[in-house]
């Protein structure tokens, strides 16, 4: 079997250390799976997550000049998953604004909630103002200043 950067092939897993997990891929070759490509969630203990002489799939990342090959078991797992579908969109029915309606069959327009909150706004900003001007407001601890 040739083995090639990019491929998918199956292995067993042989051993752990507290870095990663050695996988036997087979004709003598033999891997190893960093902990941080284990699975798609963070890995604390390998053991919680494979055994020895569990068959995994992986996925060759490289292959070293010294003939180290790294592997990957969560892009294995990826590859393998189905595209997810396109969401479909969603109108909102007219009718699901409360508060004050306008008369275009009860829903309200955009432009109106927007002149609505503008002027709600303006008034809190004004009584801010006020407030301020004449002393009102907080002191060091906490209480109304009289």
Same mark, same amino acid.
């Given at each position: 079997? %040739?083995?090639? @950067?990019?491929?998918?092939?199956?292995?067993?897993?042989?051993? &752990?250390?507290? &870095?990663?997990?050695?996988?036997?891929?087979?004709?003598?070759?033999?891997?190893?799976?960093?902990?941080?490509?284990?699975?798609?969630?963070?890995?604390?203990?390998?053991?919680?997550?494979?055994?020895?002489? %569990?068959? @995994?799939?992986?996925?060759?990342?490289?292959?070293?000049?010294?003939?180290?090959?790294?592997?990957?078991? *969560? *892009?294995?797992?990826?590859?393998?998953?189905?595209?997810?579908?396109?969401? %479909?969109?969603?109108?909102?029915?007219?009718?699901?604004?409360?508060?004050?309606?306008?008369?275009?069959?009860?829903?309200?327009?955009?432009?109106?909630?927007?002149? *609505?909150?503008? %002027?709600?706004?303006?008034?809190?900003?004004?009584?801010?103002?006020?407030?301020? *001007?004449?002393?009102?407001? &907080?002191?060091?601890?906490?209480?109304?200043?009289?």
């Amino acid at each position: 079997m %040739q083995l090639e @950067v990019g491929t998918i092939v199956e292995g067993k897993v042989t051993g &752990f250390t507290s &870095f990663g997990a050695f996988i036997d891929l087979g004709e003598g070759k033999k891997g190893l799976v960093h902990i941080s490509e284990v699975a798609n969630e963070y890995v604390k203990e390998i053991g919680d997550h494979l055994t020895v002489g %569990q068959e @995994v799939k992986v996925k060759i990342l490289s292959i070293g000049d010294d003939g180290k090959i790294s592997l990957s078991i *969560k *892009k294995a797992v990826e590859e393998k998953k189905p595209q997810p579908k396109p969401r %479909q969109s969603y109108s909102r029915p007219a009718n699901v604004w409360q508060g004050n309606k306008s008369s275009d069959n009860g829903a309200r327009s955009f432009e109106d909630m927007m002149a *609505k909150f503008k %002027q709600v706004s303006d008034e809190k900003m004004s009584d801010l103002k006020r407030d301020s *001007k004449h002393g009102g407001g &907080f002191n060091r601890r906490g209480t109304n200043k009289i």
